[in-house]
């Protein structure tokens, strides 16, 4: 019998580091005793002016007077969901001089250690991960596919709510979109003192930004079929 392959339900940690990396537009940085923080409105992001690359692997001694160095972002929610940190990016490491703020030079950092860190716990993700992952397509739109599903579509919401297994009831006051990846839609559900998340996934990956309409429809047509089950949300 041909096994079929399981369908890829969420991003892998590395999947998630590197669109932090990419999306990032402030950070933290702590080196040299001193704490800095870095936002960068130039379309580029933060880590644009922080170029990772391999430990020293040379002949003899690393070279003198490198400089350790934190590099803290944070992955904020972009809907007003109840506690919008989502996840947080830790990296750490070596430059071959002291951080200048200010420069419009790429800083190069010598990598030592990189920490995603969420509600489920704590991944550390390899430089030769972070190499060979792919941004994700929807990483840099997905702030502005998420505030327009809330602000231009609020009546989505509740549909897609027909999909989510177990049934909610009615102790859920709210439910808004909290992330949008390749793999699928994430929505919080909010009852009055708690929050539990669940994934939509889509029915394949997207590969390009231009493929996902489809997949959102895909899933509101799923929703939609299932309008006279009588097991919806009053």
Do not use: W
């Amino acid at each position: 019998m041909r096994r079929i392959p399981l369908r890829a339900a969420a991003p892998t940690a590395a999947e998630r580091a590197r669109s932090i990396l990419a999306v990032a537009h402030s950070m933290t940085v702590v080196t040299d005793g001193r704490h800095c923080e870095v936002r960068r409105l130039d379309g580029v992001g933060v880590m644009g002016h922080v170029h990772l690359h391999a430990p020293f692997e040379g002949h003899g001694s690393p070279p003198d007077g490198r400089v350790p160095i934190r590099v803290e972002l944070t992955d904020i929610a972009p809907t007003p969901v109840r506690d919008r940190l989502r996840a947080r990016v830790t990296l750490t490491g070596l430059l071959a001089a002291p951080y200048d703020p200010e420069s419009t030079e790429s800083s190069c950092m010598e990598f030592g250690q990189c920490v995603l860190e969420d509600d489920t716990g704590r991944a550390y993700v390899t430089l030769q991960e972070l190499e060979a992952t792919e941004l994700d397509p929807l990483a840099t739109s997905e702030a502005g596919m998420l505030t327009h599903l809330v602000d231009d579509h609020p009546e989505l919401v509740p549909l897609l709510l027909r999909l989510v297994r177990p049934y909610p009831d009615g102790g859920v006051r709210r439910a808004l979109p909290l992330g949008i990846d390749r793999y699928g839609l994430t929505l919080r559900l909010e009852r009055a003192r708690s929050h539990r998340d669940v994934r939509l996934p889509f029915n394949k990956p997207v590969r390009h930004i231009d493929h996902v309409g489809p997949q959102i429809h895909a899933l509101l047509a799923a929703a939609r079929r299932l309008s006279h089950t009588g097991r919806l949300m009053a």
